[in-house]
């Protein structure tokens, strides 16, 4: 089992820049495919970013395609997402998620979650 944590968020003008990190621990996270979510104030948890665990093939949502990366340091136990030219409607609580040995897919499925961390855009 995996204990994923989130950190990173905070408040940024438009335009600025972020970098959301997520910490494994119990398990080593390169035996998980990993992805990144986000759910918005009123709105439905929607998929940002997946790196598959059987290649570490990438994937992004449309919204975030060439302004979002996500990556992974398994010397660290870490997955990033480094969020450039923010808007404010990349405004939500972002969500780092595992599946063990399989996964990271925009479709999931992912087994274990973390708790969340904000990241507000002001215009």
């Known amino acids: 089992q995996v204990q994923l944590v989130e950190s990173g968020g905070g408040l940024v003008q438009a335009g600025g820049s972020l970098r959301l990190s997520c910490a494994a621990s119990g398990r080593t996270i390169s035996s998980y495919g990993v992805g990144w979510f986000r759910q918005a104030p009123g709105k439905e948890r929607e998929f940002v970013a997946a790196?598959?665990?059987?290649?570490?093939?990438?994937y992004y949502a449309d919204s975030v395609k060439g302004r979002f990366t996500i990556s992974r340091d398994n010397a660290k136990n870490m997955v990033y997402l480094q969020m450039n030219s923010l808007k404010p409607e990349d405004t939500a609580v972002y969500y780092c998620?595992?599946?063990?040995?399989?996964?990271?897919?925009?479709?999931?499925?992912?087994?274990?979650w973390g708790q969340g961390t904000q990241v507000t855009v002001s215009s």
């Open positions: 790196m598959s665990w059987s290649d570490s093939s990438t």
């Open positions: 998620a595992g599946r063990y040995h399989g996964g990271g897919y925009p479709e999931g499925p992912y087994d274990y």
